[in-house]
Each structure stands twice: as C-alpha cells, then as structure tokens.
C-alpha cells in the first residue's frame, strides 16, 4: 500500500464516503506498521463537492481535460508573444471548450446523484448537499483534484504547476 493508491481510490469515492474510508485505510496502515503513510493518509482531506465532481470528468473523460490543458498552454503562448488575433480567436474557443465541460460535469453529476452521491443538482449547474448550495461549474470549473496538484490520466499535469486545494 503506497499513499498514492490509496489517495487515488479515495478521491474516486463520492465525499460523503471519504472520511470514513480514508480512516479505515489509515487504521489499516497504522495496523501494518506504517506510522507515516498512516499519517499521510489521515491528512488527506474530503474533496469539495465541486472538486469531486471535477474529478470524476478527469476520470472518465481525460481526453477533453487534455483539450482544455493544451488550450491553457497555447493561451499562454499567445499572451507571451502578445497576439492579438490569436488570443481573441483562443478566447473564443476557450469558453467553448469550459462550457462544454461544465455541461459535462452536471451530467457526470447528475448520473452520480441519482445513485445516491448528491441530494440536489439544480438549475445552472450549482451541486449541492444543503441549504448552502454547492460550486458553480460556470468557467471556473477545475480539474485534477489528487492531494498534490492537477493530475490527468494518472500523470501530474505538466501544463497546470499550482495546486489545487481538494478541501473546503
């Protein structure tokens, strides 16, 4: 057992069962011998529900995060080199792309909810478990929530350096 495995299988939990799994896993550790992945895994924390949800995308549909990441990377380029044009035309494509993962996203959401993962999906796209509602997947919509940063495919995200929080 390597604190990689194990924050991979808790991450594709739904969050209301990821404590309880994550402190079985720790005890199972700690059971082992391991005091420090014990440690480690005890530290992981619940994702959000949007971040959650952000991650079943990255799970089941890698290919168009690999979209977005390769158009954040020629965005980028496009602002270094100052054009005009193509960061218009890259702006263009850029909500696009982020609308149709949002829309993605409520589906993937919406398909989890009805096996029981979300007590409310609502208009908009905003998920949520209470009265205080949940995240919006409008353009802010986030990928890649494994405890050190942006992952896709399993792989560390070479295009997103920055970490993501996974907690609230």
Not at 120 to 133: D, E, H, K, L, N
Request: net charge positive.
């Amino acid at each position: 057992m390597d604190l990689d495995a194990v924050a991979d299988e808790l991450y594709g939990l739904r969050p209301e069962e990821f404590v309880t799994a994550r402190d079985r896993r720790a005890r199972d550790a700690r059971a082992a011998g391991d005091q420090g992945l014990a440690k480690a895994v005890g530290a992981l924390r619940r994702p959000s529900r949007a971040a959650w949800v952000s991650n079943l995308l990255v799970r089941r549909q890698p290919e168009e995060v690999r979209s977005l990441l390769g158009l954040g990377e020629e965005l980028r380029r496009a602002h270094r080199e100052l054009d005009g044009v193509r960061l218009r035309r890259l702006a263009s494509r850029q909500n696009e792309v982020i609308g149709a993962l949002g829309r993605q996203a409520r589906r993937l959401a919406a398909s989890r909810a009805a096996v029981g993962g979300l007590t409310r999906v609502g208009a908009g796209g905003r998920v949520g478990c209470g009265p205080r509602g949940g995240a919006s997947f409008g353009s802010r919509v986030k990928f890649g929530m494994r405890r050190d940063g942006p992952w896709v495919d399993g792989q560390r995200s070479p295009s997103c350096p920055t970490r993501i929080p996974c907690g609230r």
